[in-house]
């Protein structure tokens, strides 16, 4: 069973029982106000129910999380929220609008690398949504406003979205060629473009004449060119090839 977007109350109930069953009434007389409905449930502890739900919906509580705060030990009979940080101990730590603004920032970054994520709830990946590219240029000094209004806008949100999967990146294919190879043909290409012209000729004579002017590669086309063409290399074009003599 997966969670859905909004927790039911016939989780809720299921939590109840099984923190009554560990508390015993010190659990459910938190919430009890002795007013009870025509079926005999307490109004105080339906409304708790309520706002349980709300809240870890909110919070964008997993089964499996749910779990944990079922397993979790307790000093006392827990409220909600203690029960809340139970089942996402890692939320608790970032209590903070700032802390929370880093945390996004960083799960952002992840997740524009195409890297697996660790969003605490849905409510600060969505706020981060709302901010886009900002929350990685612009520190959290320039974004506060910005970025405490996007986090209550999200935390209002009574059934937040899930969270979208992203795509793997697809590896791009090998080049066909290797360096050595690519250099090899482009240096043909070159050499049948200019080779035994006149004006290759001419082209060649002006990089091996001036070779300190051009990058290694041309110098390369031109010394091999004027070794096709017989022409003896200058010296100033073979000193870059002191092994090809």
Avoid at 31 to 36: E, K, L, M, R, S
Avoid at 128 to 144: E, F, H, K, N, P
């Amino acid at each position: 069973m997966s969670a859905p977007n909004s927790i039911p109350l016939s989780w809720v109930d299921k939590i109840f029982r099984e923190l009554h069953g560990r508390f015993g009434q010190n659990f459910l007389g938190q919430f009890a106000t002795g007013q009870t409905t025509p079926d005999g449930d307490d109004t105080g502890v339906l409304n708790a129910k309520r706002v349980w739900a709300k809240t870890l919906t909110r919070a964008g509580v997993t089964v499996a999380q749910i779990e944990q705060g079922l397993w979790a030990t307790y000093p006392r009979p827990p409220s909600c929220d203690a029960f809340l940080q139970a089942c996402q101990p890692e939320t608790a730590v970032l209590a903070d609008s700032e802390a929370l603004f880093h945390r996004a920032a960083a799960e952002l970054r992840k997740r524009r690398a195409h890297q697996p994520q660790h969003w605490p709830n849905p409510a600060l990946f969505w706020a981060a949504m709302s901010i886009g590219g900002d929350l990685l240029v612009q520190d959290y000094r320039t974004l506060r406003g910005r970025w405490e209004a996007a986090l209550a806008e999200a935390r209002r949100d009574v059934a937040p979205r899930p969270i979208p999967e992203v795509e793997p990146e697809h590896a791009l294919p090998p080049p066909p060629w290797r360096r050595e190879e690519a250099q090899r043909r482009v240096s043909e290409l070159h050499l049948s473009r200019f080779g035994s012209t006149t004006n290759g000729k001419a082209h060649w004579l002006r990089v091996a004449a001036q070779p300190e002017r051009y990058p290694q590669l041309t110098r390369q086309y031109a010394y091999e060119a004027l070794t096709r063409l017989g022409i003896a290399i200058p010296t100033g074009l073979s000193r870059y090839f002191p092994h090809a003599e």
